[in-house]
């Protein structure tokens, strides 16, 4: 075969990936004063942060002033029951209230209060109200800020450009290599640091509320390029995605309707919730739909069970599914028609009255909602130092969802966006640093180039006549049934043993037409980085042997303290992953006081 | 379960045709949902741009029986079963194939509108700003950049001369978002009329009818700054002014 042709493009930092963190990152950088490319694998503006709803958590104490970061702490850090990398929980709660007034500076208009400051509102798993939010399309808000920020910084902007390998010199990361999907063109990226921004894998599963573009590009990247994963075993799925129409199945329903006084109800007309009270979260969860109703305004009450985190809620309804209490398209029912009035419906949560009215013909203030829960999240990720986000390959540094150690097991509601901007800037700015500190030129191996170049021409030459659609499908139908919210030896067994069995036959992809914009070329490409992460999730969840957080297995259902004190490691050695357990960093003792305050 | 049949333009920017995909419809599918079972059994290698599938992204874009719309968001039982619907790419941007098309335009005119530069904030390094002077701006902030506004505007549809000194609706409710800021401290006049090119507007509303996000395009953005306009610097209107101004009513 000829040698493939292909464009060159240098920078001192290039940013894959251009959502909250990837634009944040791309915009500290170029404070440093190093030139800055950002690749984004669509259109500038369409990430998937721009389908966040429900807010940014801070604790900026607008609505109550008894909040502040160790409260913000200790909740993210029992919200991931306690495996959290406490130093990321540390700075995310510290700088998550700066990073939301510096949205603000930058043009975001968030709701107010009544004093005309940002308003914050009520999530699961928060102790107060602390979501600052436009309506329920905060990440629409938030994308738009940092991208209409970045335009104006010197920032080269590569659009609908997908990388598919990072490229070494030495130990160290030396750029990238991938291709333009509007022309099929290879280009190479040569750079002294890479930041990924490249967010999450819900594409491996079948019900996700995830885009075409979470194919875990980033995780697989830095897995072959030499850099430790953790947690991929923690996979979030979201208690309420919608169930119906088929169609739509798996489309978020913010949070937020819970947080503005939704509730969720069984096919009987109970507040199931209630029967579902974890013993770690009894002492500050109401017990009674009263005092649950009254915390709402007074925080004197303990929260109410619809507010649990995530992990707990999405197990809570699957279990009344399971034991036919569900609704009639196998979800539950989340009413918030009968508690408030319409009026405040649309005007708190005007992308879901329209959501479920245009696409599944629901008035959602006068009809309850059909939820059931959709994968959403993966907190684990690229290994990363806390302060630097570098991972442990010299030279490359993660933030956001492809970074993972801040949520631990479960990521609560509204920290995600906080993440994004929180380390997203601190990778932008030690991304900056590493690069101006390296000296010489930049070396990349023209070789292993241009088999990068050979290997994503292969499909369109191959005699084999597997669809790549139909791989992905089967894949998504893999690890919903046998890795999803409920898990067992036996069945993640024979889930790596179809995993296997579809790597075979993605080596037999064949793609027709040609490399401009060719969605089954892409699709193909992309095969090799699903099938990579929903390995590692398998390898991981085989692995932990308890029930955290994002991880229930049948066949451990309890939590086990001996894994409260490690991360599953992966790491690619010889060119198969190699799973270990490696213990997680100690929390300083004035940290551990804020948990004996109060149960 | 209802077979459609779709004619989907394929082609690139030297020419292409339209051709016909027989496909099912099951309960409460949309347009891209056929589009996608299209890609995954018969046409491969259609091209199509999407990412949210919930109206919140603004990438999916298209002509669907002439009319824009987005795909994500046109639901199959607004159709007769049986029925023939055509799908075309947005018709103001140059194809690149089937229904994706270069929209960097959008992106060359949204660098140059002038950013936000805000007051300094209250002693205590906190922004104030009261909901109710806030709410207008909001309403502009919903753009989900779909791009549908600037794919009707007759200005550049069929008029590729008109690009470079317009900036169409989309742009428009961009400076009429910054300047409703409350805190903003920039005169964007002299960009709107020079560069932005307001005054080719002849406010036919047809951008505010496609907006999927039902944002008062014309009403809430252009018109009132086509008067501000009118009132600071066009020199008819000052003209005018200035001579019924001048002028004696009869007794």
């Given at each position: 075969?000829?040698?493939?042709?292909?464009?060159?493009?240098?920078?001192?930092?290039?940013?894959?990936?251009?959502?909250?963190?990837?634009?944040?990152?791309?915009?500290?950088?170029?404070?440093?004063?190093?030139?800055?490319?950002?690749?984004?694998?669509?259109?500038?503006?369409?990430?998937?942060?721009?389908?966040?709803?429900?807010?940014?958590?801070?604790?900026?104490?607008?609505?109550?002033?008894?909040?502040?970061?160790?409260?913000?702490?200790?909740?993210?850090?029992?919200?991931?029951?306690?495996?959290?990398?406490?130093?990321?929980?540390?700075?995310?709660?510290?700088?998550?209230?700066?990073?939301?007034?510096?949205?603000?500076?930058?043009?975001?208009?968030?709701?107010?209060?009544?004093?005309?400051?940002i308003?914050?509102?009520?999530?699961g798993?928060?102790?107060?109200a602390?979501?600052?939010?436009?309506?329920?399309?905060?990440?629409?808000?938030?994308?738009?800020?940092?991208?209409?920020?970045?335009?104006?910084?010197?920032?080269?902007?590569?659009?609908?450009?997908?990388?598919?390998?990072?490229?070494?010199?030495?130990?160290?990361?030396?750029?990238?290599?991938?291709y333009?999907?509007?022309?099929?063109?290879?280009?190479?990226?040569?750079?002294?640091?890479?930041?990924?921004?490249?967010?999450?894998?819900?594409?491996?599963?079948?019900?996700?509320?995830?885009?075409?573009?979470?194919?875990?590009?980033?995780?697989?990247?830095?897995?072959?390029?030499?850099?430790?994963?953790?947690d991929m075993?923690?996979?979030?799925?979201h208690?309420?995605?919608?169930?119906?129409?088929?169609?739509?199945?798996?489309?978020?329903?913010?949070?937020?309707?819970?947080?503005?006084?939704?509730?969720?109800?069984?096919n009987?007309?109970?507040?199931?919730?209630?029967?579902?009270?974890?013993?770690?979260?009894?002492?500050?969860?109401?017990?009674?739909?009263?005092?649950?109703?009254?915390?709402?305004?007074?925080?004197?009450?303990?929260?109410?069970?619809?507010?649990?985190?995530?992990?707990?809620?999405?197990?809570?309804?699957?279990?009344?599914?399971?034991?036919?209490?569900?609704?009639?398209?196998?979800?539950?029912?989340?009413?918030?028609?009968?508690?408030?009035?319409?009026?405040?419906?649309?005007?708190?949560?005007?992308?879901?009255?329209?959501?479920?009215?245009?696409?599944?013909?629901?008035?959602?203030?006068?009809?309850?909602?059909?939820?059931?829960?959709?994968?959403?999240?993966?907190?684990?990720?690229?290994?990363?130092?806390?302060?630097?986000?570098?991972?442990?390959?010299?030279?490359?540094?993660?933030?956001?969802?492809?970074?993972?150690?801040?949520?631990?097991?479960?990521?609560?509601?509204?920290?995600?966006?906080?993440?994004?901007v929180?380390?997203?800037?601190?990778?932008?700015?030690?991304?900056?640093?590493?690069?101006?500190?390296?000296?010489?030129?930049?070396?990349?191996?023209?070789?292993?180039?241009?088999?990068?170049?050979?290997?994503?021409?292969e499909?369109?030459?191959?005699?084999?006549?597997?669809?790549?659609?139909?791989?992905?499908?089967?894949?998504?139908?893999?690890?919903?049934?046998?890795?999803?919210?409920?898990?067992?030896?036996?069945?993640?067994?024979?889930?790596?043993?179809?995993?296997?069995?579809?790597?075979e036959?993605?080596?037999?992809?064949?793609?027709?037409?040609?490399?401009?914009?060719?969605?089954?070329?892409?699709?193909?490409?992309?095969?090799?980085?699903?099938?990579?992460?929903?390995?590692?999730?398998?390898?991981?969840?085989l692995?932990?042997?308890?029930?955290?957080?994002?991880?229930?297995?049948?066949?451990?259902?309890?939590?086990?303290?001996?894994?409260?004190?490690?991360?599953?490691?992966l790491?690619?050695?010889?060119?198969?992953?190699?799973?270990?357990?490696?213990?997680?960093?100690?929390?300083?003792?004035e940290?551990?006081?804020?948990?004996?305050?109060?149960? | 379960?209802?077979?459609?049949?779709?004619?989907?333009?394929?082609?690139?920017?030297?020419?292409?045709?339209?051709?016909?995909?027989?496909?099912?419809?099951?309960?409460?599918?949309?347009?891209?949902d056929?589009?996608?079972?299209i890609?995954?059994?018969?046409?491969?290698?259609?091209?199509?741009?999407?990412?949210?599938?919930?109206?919140?992204?603004?990438?999916?874009?298209?002509?669907?029986?002439?009319?824009?719309?987005?795909?994500?968001?046109?639901?199959?039982?607004?159709?007769?079963?049986?029925?023939?619907?055509?799908?075309?790419?947005?018709?103001?941007?140059?194809?690149?194939?089937?229904?994706?098309t270069?929209?960097?335009?959008?992106?060359?005119?949204?660098?140059?509108?002038?950013?936000?530069?805000?007051?300094?904030?209250?002693?205590?390094?906190?922004?104030?700003?009261?909901?109710?002077?806030?709410?207008?701006?909001?309403?502009?902030?919903?753009?989900?950049?779909?791009?549908?506004?600037?794919?009707?505007?007759h200005?550049?549809?069929?008029?590729?001369?008109?690009?470079?000194?317009?900036?169409?609706?989309?742009?428009?409710?961009?400076?009429?978002?910054?300047?409703?800021?409350p805190?903003?401290?920039?005169?964007?006049?002299?960009?709107?009329?020079?560069?932005?090119?307001?005054?080719?507007?002849?406010?036919?509303?047809?951008?505010?009818?496609?907006?999927?996000?039902?944002?008062?395009?014309?009403?809430?953005?252009?018109?009132?700054?086509?008067?501000?306009?009118?009132?600071?610097?066009?020199?008819?209107?000052?003209?005018?002014?200035?001579?019924?101004?001048?002028?004696?009513?009869?007794?």
């Amino acid at each position: 075969m000829a040698t493939p042709e292909y464009e060159t493009h240098e920078h001192d930092v290039i940013v894959i990936g251009a959502g909250g963190a990837g634009l944040r990152a791309a915009i500290e950088a170029a404070a440093q004063g190093v030139s800055v490319g950002l690749i984004c694998k669509s259109l500038l503006g369409k990430a998937h942060t721009v389908m966040a709803e429900g807010g940014i958590a801070a604790a900026m104490g607008n609505v109550w002033p008894e909040d502040n970061w160790q409260v913000h702490f200790r909740d993210t850090m029992r919200g991931g029951k306690m495996v959290n990398n406490w130093r990321m929980a540390q700075l995310h709660a510290q700088e998550a209230p700066d990073r939301v007034l510096e949205l603000e500076r930058w043009g975001a208009l968030f709701d107010r209060t009544k004093e005309g400051l940002i308003l914050q509102r009520d999530f699961g798993g928060h102790r107060y109200a602390r979501l600052a939010h436009v309506g329920d399309r905060t990440g629409l808000e938030m994308i738009r800020t940092l991208q209409y920020h970045a335009i104006h910084q010197g920032i080269d902007v590569y659009m609908e450009c997908k990388v598919e390998r990072l490229l070494k010199d030495g130990d160290r990361v030396a750029g990238a290599i991938g291709y333009w999907r509007n022309t099929g063109r290879f280009v190479l990226f040569k750079a002294k640091a890479v930041v990924l921004a490249t967010g999450g894998i819900g594409k491996a599963w079948k019900i996700t509320s995830n885009s075409w573009e979470y194919t875990g590009d980033g995780q697989s990247a830095a897995l072959w390029a030499g850099a430790d994963l953790i947690d991929m075993e923690f996979v979030q799925f979201h208690p309420t995605g919608m169930v119906w129409p088929p169609s739509v199945r798996g489309i978020l329903v913010t949070e937020g309707v819970r947080g503005d006084g939704g509730t969720l109800k069984n096919n009987k007309g109970e507040r199931f919730m209630f029967n579902y009270i974890p013993e770690f979260f009894k002492g500050e969860t109401a017990d009674n739909e009263k005092e649950a109703d009254a915390w709402y305004a007074d925080k004197k009450n303990r929260r109410t069970p619809d507010l649990l985190p995530r992990d707990e809620v999405a197990r809570a309804i699957n279990s009344e599914v399971k034991a036919g209490r569900g609704s009639p398209h196998g979800g539950v029912f989340l009413d918030i028609c009968t508690r408030r009035p319409a009026d405040y419906i649309r005007k708190r949560l005007p992308s879901m009255y329209h959501q479920f009215k245009e696409l599944a013909g629901v008035d959602i203030t006068r009809e309850p909602m059909e939820v059931g829960p959709t994968c959403h999240y993966l907190m684990g990720g690229v290994r990363v130092d806390a302060d630097t986000t570098q991972a442990t390959v010299p030279g490359l540094f993660a933030a956001g969802e492809v970074a993972a150690g801040l949520h631990g097991s479960n990521r609560l509601g509204g920290n995600s966006l906080s993440d994004l901007v929180v380390f997203g800037r601190r990778a932008g700015l030690h991304a900056g640093l590493y690069a101006k500190n390296l000296a010489g030129a930049l070396r990349v191996d023209q070789a292993e180039v241009e088999a990068a170049g050979r290997a994503m021409l292969e499909p369109f030459s191959r005699s084999g006549g597997e669809n790549p659609y139909a791989i992905q499908a089967e894949l998504q139908e893999t690890m919903h049934s046998l890795v999803g919210i409920i898990r067992t030896e036996s069945e993640m067994r024979q889930a790596l043993g179809k995993i296997e069995g579809l790597k075979e036959r993605a080596k037999k992809v064949r793609v027709d037409g040609g490399r401009v914009y060719n969605p089954g070329w892409h699709t193909a490409l992309d095969l090799g980085s699903l099938l990579t992460v929903a390995e590692c999730t398998t390898l991981a969840a085989l692995e932990r042997k308890e029930s955290r957080g994002g991880h229930t297995r049948d066949d451990h259902p309890y939590t086990d303290d001996t894994w409260a004190k490690v991360n599953v490691v992966l790491r690619l050695r010889n060119g198969a992953v190699q799973v270990s357990r490696e213990p997680l960093p100690e929390m300083p003792a004035e940290l551990k006081a804020l948990f004996q305050e109060r149960k | 379960m209802p077979t459609f049949t779709l004619k989907v333009f394929r082609g690139g920017p030297t020419g292409g045709d339209f051709r016909d995909y027989r496909v099912d419809a099951d309960e409460g599918m949309v347009i891209l949902d056929l589009v996608h079972r299209i890609q995954a059994t018969q046409a491969p290698d259609l091209a199509c741009r999407w990412n949210c599938k919930a109206g919140k992204c603004g990438s999916c874009s298209a002509e669907i029986d002439g009319k824009p719309r987005l795909m994500c968001m046109t639901r199959m039982d607004l159709f007769q079963p049986g029925r023939t619907i055509s799908i075309a790419p947005i018709r103001t941007f140059p194809i690149i194939r089937d229904l994706v098309t270069d929209v960097s335009y959008n992106y060359v005119k949204a660098k140059q509108v002038p950013p936000l530069r805000l007051k300094p904030p209250d002693a205590d390094g906190r922004y104030r700003m009261m909901q109710e002077d806030i709410d207008r701006a909001q309403e502009f902030h919903k753009c989900i950049e779909c791009f549908l506004c600037q794919d009707v505007c007759h200005v550049i549809r069929d008029h590729e001369e008109h690009k470079p000194a317009f900036s169409g609706p989309r742009f428009f409710i961009k400076v009429a978002g910054l300047d409703m800021h409350p805190l903003d401290t920039v005169d964007r006049s002299e960009f709107v009329q020079a560069q932005a090119g307001i005054g080719l507007c002849n406010i036919t509303k047809c951008c505010t009818e496609v907006c999927p996000e039902h944002i008062h395009i014309t009403d809430n953005g252009i018109i009132p700054m086509k008067e501000r306009m009118a009132d600071n610097v066009d020199p008819i209107v000052w003209l005018l002014r200035k001579f019924r101004g001048g002028r004696k009513e009869p007794a």
